[in-house]
């Protein structure tokens, strides 16, 4: 494969499920033109609500699914006709890791990086993400988050070049989430392919080179975090400052923002702000004597992008 071919390709992918009885022997049309591109060095992330396709979409690049249009290439080849030599440079984890339940850890490593020819370092990778420390529990009886520090172990042990993540830091804690991020860091700089999926958007905004969004079964946008975030119409911000409740609010002197009372004393001010916007919002609190005792501004982040284009009701 080429250097600059990409580790993963999907283009116009299409996934039909059924016939189903219960809709007269219809098939459903679980992805309808899916589209997206992981290259080597880089952290791709896929998003979407629940039920969008994305499950189903990254079940078709690793070769777990049939599709049932479109193309998908996989290190340059069709993941549903893997042989073992290209199935053994890919490692998946996923957020039901699918551990035997009555295995301890380290054993159950190397195992796993016996059937590799060059696999990674187990007692290194093992120190790394903190295995030791519950060496001796077996799989059944470990905490949400050592299983998934140890899937992510079984994914890289045997030294992949394209490493797909399922949920990496649900049910972590926050230090074992700093090692998780760092080694996802490590690892891009090591040039793997990382393709991520994570419902914690702060997660994809923080390690993500490149963010897809597939919603209703097609890639609706696509972009850096900086790029998708800047789409948004005329790049709305944010301010929010805490003063004492129950201000009267500047709403005539900005009527193209929103300014509202959040909760008592903590105020927002959102939309289109300029620099005039601020130098009102400054002269208001300097007539009314204000001195706000914390004061903020930020861009809308990638979490604002994804809820306008999903929606902000269950679904």
Not at 30 to 41: E, F
Not at 123 to 130: F, H, I, K
């Amino acid at each position: 494969m080429p250097p600059s071919s990409p580790a993963v390709e999907v283009s116009g992918l299409v996934k039909d499920f059924g016939p189903v009885p219960s809709l007269d022997g219809k098939m459903i049309r679980v992805l309808d033109g899916v589209s997206l591109r992981a290259d080597k060095g880089r952290v791709t992330a896929l998003l979407g609500a629940n039920g969008a396709g994305k499950t189903t979409t990254l079940e078709c690049a690793q070769g777990l699914q049939k599709a049932s249009g479109g193309t998908v290439r996989l290190l340059g080849e069709d993941p549903w006709r893997a042989g073992a030599d290209l199935r053994s440079r890919v490692g998946i984890m996923l957020q039901e890791g699918g551990l035997p339940p009555a295995v301890r850890p380290l054993p159950l490593l190397r195992h796993i990086a016996g059937m590799y020819s060059a696999p990674r370092d187990v007692d290194d990778l093992a120190t790394r993400l903190g295995l030791h420390s519950f060496a001796r529990t077996t799989v059944r009886r470990l905490s949400g988050g050592q299983k998934q520090r140890l899937a992510l172990a079984c994914a890289l042990v045997g030294n992949p070049e394209v490493l797909f993540l399922d949920e990496p830091s649900a049910g972590l804690d926050p230090q074992s989430r700093n090692i998780v991020f760092e080694l996802i860091n490590e690892l891009r700089t090591e040039g793997l392919a990382i393709i991520l999926t994570t419902h914690l958007l702060d997660d994809a905004q923080r390690l993500a080179d490149y963010v897809y969004i597939i919603d209703q079964g097609q890639t609706v946008r696509q972009g850096t975090v900086a790029e998708l975030t800047a789409h948004a119409s005329d790049a709305a911000r944010e301010l929010k400052f805490e003063a004492s409740a129950r201000l009267p609010l500047p709403t005539a002197r900005l009527p193209h923002l929103e300014v509202i009372e959040c909760a008592p004393g903590q105020y927002q001010v959102s939309g289109a702000l300029t620099p005039k916007d601020l130098a009102v919002l400054a002269s208001w609190w300097a007539e009314e004597g204000i001195l706000p005792s914390s004061i903020s501004l930020t861009s809308r982040s990638l979490e604002d992008v994804f809820l306008d284009i999903s929606g902000r009701s269950i679904r």
